[in-house]
């Protein structure tokens, strides 16, 4: 029998219908993975185990865990059940702890709460429970509290407070998404060695089709509330029945087709960037000590040629952001100094109106990046009052919708809220917003990091093309290093707020040379490897 | 802990240094002449001048300023220039009125909106929801003078429960004390726990939907459990913050209901100082509360520190 048995499974919000006819099961000691965008449903079937949904949620079918069905159980049954036999973990470490309670007492409480046993008693499981998560008594004592520790060190503890009682199955929704790929890495074989420990199954919710490929005996695809393909891992990747399996294992690997008469000019350099350094205050401790400063950017030097792509990329915190807004002048630099296409942004000052007016960016987060009460028209043109002569009337108009034509989008969305648009969509406006004063240069820092893969995979082929077609170049900053491989013609790593490495990017990724970028590139996960890994333990 | 508790004690010092320069500097740009004003308008010039050097108004300005610390310091307010009686006598006889009512409508306040807001969190949207927070809107929306004059309708004059107006004051014993303030204490509490409640509940029902709740369900814990556990400790910043300010405007702002009951408070007393332009009564009393409202403040302080580690620091 299996361990967690989900047959024809609904869910209902208000008249939404969120799932379909789910099945799903799973075997103790076995790792399921489910895959899918945003939206198609993976997060509420987990919810649904955990009877932990939205109120006005009406679900129907069965989950049986051990036999018993979760369905049936009241509120308080399944308070005795949840953290005692099933356990969760989070996609967000750094919220996902009580700010006000040490670790110890958030562990110690998974236990005090279902058995009835001493503070001591709780606190003594508490503390071998960290040991288990690799978090020993002397370096994470139990009244550290959560701000104390890393994004790492949280989702362990999350991890602790989640098998305490080793429970039967356990629920990962994203537990890495919001993790450097080196912890990643180091947070999945944690689970792994947990399974092997414990026998205890695990449900792993990703988007991530190289982490499942990676760790998962089984997967299930979802898309619209429906499980579209599920299977032993090795034959769903290599048979790929279903046409979105294909779409989404295609979109992940994607690699945007590049012009052939596209020119990379590398005499007629349009960024410059010299011995730049950014030092940040830290916080002031005393009224009357000069508060000290932390370097978060090192004499950092490169330059980009008209037309090209080039790759930044680095840890969270490696000064990689902080750079990108040491070149838009956002801060103001320490020393060094900055040449772009003839305009020159010196230390300690800001940037002219004509510099200005020579780059665009644009950034990760699709959904803050606009006002919410302005027309995408206005949201659009914003960049017109660069310069110095703006367009007006009807010419600015066929401006802005020439603009978002450029980038897929219709003449007629310039007069929408940018409420009205998907994550996809607003990146788009995103993008023709910093394109519409033609600059050489837009910076895209996390640009494509909160999309999903289909989505990213067709913002790509978008950058690439405008790029081609328009001789613009890009620095593109990201932490995932598959899609830096994929769009950029050369890659900077930089690490602690120093370049360790410099190259073409098939060089670079193919043949790191530097210890770090060699740590980042074995880190990051890769289906291919997996996948042969895989076939290689059968045979 | 302790050593935030001293910086913040530092910090709590300059600022009262500062304050005391702006309020003495800016009580002297204040345009009337205290002595003309105290002699008045037939006073021939000499006169006038006899009783500035009388006072001490023709010393130099910090000369002034460091014997007005000075007195300070030693308790010593000055002399009323209406009332012709040291200062501190005067404050002495109504800080026993404004503090005790401070508290106890503070006290109030606090004993309401707690449970109330609480309870509107945990459910709401339903009707208990609705209907709190339409009665704190009401509770907001009225003046509290009205309420006090609608309390001494029913309680007063019909009920004779308590008394209509004044203050026994304390030698008659605790209770009877107590007694006499209640009613204008009420009256102040009741839009200041509309306001409390209202806090509460909408900082609770932030917390309750951060992600360490969901994590504490996940754990086993029920809807209450998670509340009381999680969501309770966190939700209290804002709501301090608010308790600071209201004890603040507590102490001075009662002035009106201090009318309505015939209280002898210090509200009365800085109002009774401006309008017969008795500006050392003025500086004194409004230094006096510069220095509960930042004592407050600080008070306020070591309480974040104490709900949330992160502000232990000695930041």
Redesign the interface.
Known sequence: MSLLTIKDLSLKIGDAEILRDIDLSINGGEILGIIGESGSGKSMSALSI?Q?LPSGSVTGGSIKLNGVELLDKS??EM??????DI??I?Q?PM???????TIGDQVA??VL??DNVSREEAMKIARSTLDRVELPADQFPLNR?P?ELSGGQRQRV?IA??IALQPNLLIADEPTTALDVTTQAQILSLLQKLVDEDGMGLILITHDLAVVADLADHIAIMQNGVVVEAGETLSVFREMKHEYTRTLFAASNHVPKRDERRHVSKDEVILSVEDVVRDYPV?R???FKKPGVFRAVDNVSFSIGRGENLGLVGERGCGKSTLSRAILALDKMQAGVVHLDGEIISAGEGASRAARRKMQVVFQDPYGSFNPRHRVDKLVSEPFYLLDAPPKGAERRLLVERALENVGMLASDADKYIHEFSGGQRQRIAIARALIIEPPLIILDEAVSALDVSIRAQILDLLAELSDRLGISYLFISHDLSVVRAITDRVLVMKDGVIVEVGKSEDVFRNPQHPYTKQLIAAAPDIEQALAAREKRIN | MLVFILKRSISLLLTLIAASFVIFFVIEVVPGDPASFMMGFEASPEAVEALREQLGLNAPLWERYLSWIVGLLQGDFGTSYTYKVPISDLIADRIWVSLPLAAFALTLSILIAFPVGVLAAAKRNSATDVSIMGATQLGIAIPNFWFAMILVLIFAIQNRWFSAGGFPGWDEGFWVGVKGLTLPAISLALPQASILARVMRSSLLDTLDEDYVRTARAKGLSRRQALWRHALRNAMIPVLTIIGLQFSFLMAGSVIIERVFFLPGIGSLVFLGITQRDLIVVKSVVMLLVFAVIVVTFLVDVAYAFVDPRLRKGR
Do not use: D, I, Q
């Open positions: 955990m932990l509120e308080e308070c005795s059940l949840r953290g005692r356990g969760m989070f967000e919220t996902a702890l009580n700010p006000v309670k409480e998974t709460v279902h509290y701000h999350v407070m989640a916080k401790t005393s009224l």
